[in-house]
């Protein structure tokens, strides 16, 4: 069935480095992918999403690509602030649901 | 325009006891979807309704039953509570994307962090 993988975390960084985070997926047919941030003790806010092969998501700095011949979904930031802890979730669109990677917890400190 | 709300914001009860939980739907969006996030896990599906049905399933027992209202609002009930039930129980809202199944992007609200004892 279809799924995604996140790179475990947490990730921790210095503000102002550069993010990573890796999402791969396995899906039959052509999925729309999305990144969601999760704040302490909050619910997902979508923080950006890509409908078709090669498409960019963008959104306050992070973007994602969506690459068909990897199946992936990477998550990136030029320069981190400390405002962006939280966890992150890679989730690919279902005929009827989403089905969501484990998370990526990331920790920027000052 | 508000956004996804849930209620009520947090619910502590004990094992055996049954539980509802609400949700209304972002303004002008027709299907809602409800999640379990257990701790540390991400939002696994429970169902979806759409015109009052319910449309697919997930993996879950029919101890998790659910309901649509004709203004597209819904309610999660869980019957029977286990200690395993506890977890944040999400609600997204979206618009429906054609009859063969899909929605456009699922929108959540802040979530129902139920406790069971």
């Known amino acids: 069935g279809d799924s995604v993988t996140q790179m475990e975390g947490p990730v921790t960084l210095s503000e102002e480095a550069f993010l990573t985070i890796n999402c791969t997926y396995t899906a039959t047919g052509y999925p729309s992918l999305f990144w969601y941030v999760q704040y302490p003790g909050e619910g997902l806010q979508l923080l950006l999403k890509a409908t078709k092969a090669d498409d960019k998501g963008s959104n306050k700095g992070f973007e994602a690509t969506y690459r068909k011949e990897t199946t992936s979904f990477h998550l990136e930031k030029g320069s981190v602030q400390v405002s962006d802890s939280a966890v992150y979730f890679c989730?690919?669109?279902?005929?009827?649901?989403?089905?969501f990677g484990t998370g990526t917890r990331l920790k920027v400190l000052a | 325009d508000a956004g996804v709300t849930q209620s009520p914001t947090h619910l502590i009860k004990t094992r055996g006891q049954q539980v509802t939980l609400r949700c209304s739907p972002k303004s002008g969006h027709d299907t809602v979807s409800w999640y379990q996030q257990a701790l540390g896990q991400g939002p696994q599906f429970i169902f979806q309704?759409?015109?009052?049905?319910?449309?697919q399933r997930g993996n879950f027992p029919d101890r998790f039953s659910g309901h649509q209202f004709p203004n597209y609002s819904s309610e999660l009930n869980v019957n029977a509570l286990l200690l395993g039930d506890s977890a944040l129980y999400l609600c997204?809202?979206?618009?429906?994307?054609?009859?063969?199944?899909?929605?456009?992007?699922?929108?959540f609200g802040p979530g129902t962090r139920l406790t069971v004892l």
């Open positions: 997204a809202s979206s618009l429906i994307a054609g009859l063969m199944g899909g929605t456009d992007t699922q929108y």
């Open positions: 309704y759409y015109e009052e049905e319910e449309r």
């Open positions: 989730a690919l669109s279902g005929t009827y649901k989403y089905i």
